[in-house]
């Protein structure tokens, strides 16, 4: 059976959503594969993201990832918005999820840093509901 595909949606696709792409693959490539995309993109990921999670999980987001948009990946069987506060374009998907994040952009590396630490929760607690089929 092939792994589940995970999308982590944001407007822009350059911050939050680009932050979970990264952790996704990162701590939970093993259950799912994640995607990041938006309804809008920006020409680079944000630096202060590329930077703090380079600095925090040696993981170098500009050369793996880009900004693109929802046609840009796969049909997938699950949708994390990253709560945009935005009406959301509908996404097929057997699962959708809103995790409510502010966007840190513009805000204190402590800022980023607290919204880091809750997508790496959020990734973990994803991880295990998929691995226990309990999501759909």
Same mark, same amino acid.
């Given at each position: 059976?092939?792994? #589940?595909? /995970?999308?982590?949606?944001? /407007?822009?696709?350059?911050?939050?959503?680009?932050?979970?792409?990264?952790?996704?693959?990162?701590?939970?490539?093993?259950?799912?594969?994640?995607?990041?995309?938006?309804?809008?993109?920006? #020409?680079?990921?944000?630096?202060?993201?590329?930077?703090?999670?380079?600095?925090?999980?040696?993981?170098?987001?500009?050369?793996?990832?880009?900004?693109?948009?929802?046609?840009?990946?796969? #049909?997938?069987? /699950? /949708?994390?918005?990253?709560?945009?506060?935005v009406?959301? #374009?509908?996404?097929?998907?057997?699962?959708?999820?809103?995790?409510?994040?502010?966007?840190?952009?513009?805000?204190?590396?402590?800022?980023?840093?607290?919204?880091?630490?809750?997508?790496?929760?959020?990734?973990?607690?994803?991880?295990?509901?998929?691995?226990?089929q309990?999501l759909?």
């Amino acid at each position: 059976m092939s792994k #589940p595909k /995970v999308a982590f949606v944001c /407007v822009h696709n350059s911050c939050r959503s680009q932050i979970a792409e990264a952790l996704g693959k990162h701590f939970a490539g093993d259950v799912f594969d994640s995607y990041s995309a938006g309804t809008e993109t920006k #020409p680079q990921i944000n630096q202060d993201a590329v930077r703090l999670i380079k600095d925090i999980y040696s993981i170098d987001m500009e050369k793996t990832q880009h900004s693109k948009t929802l046609s840009d990946i796969p #049909p997938v069987d /699950v /949708v994390i918005t990253m709560g945009c506060n935005v009406t959301c #374009p509908a996404i097929s998907c057997n699962y959708m999820e809103d995790w409510g994040l502010e966007d840190p952009s513009g805000k204190s590396d402590e800022e980023f840093k607290k919204i880091i630490n809750t997508i790496e929760k959020n990734i973990l607690s994803l991880k295990e509901k998929i691995k226990n089929q309990s999501l759909y």
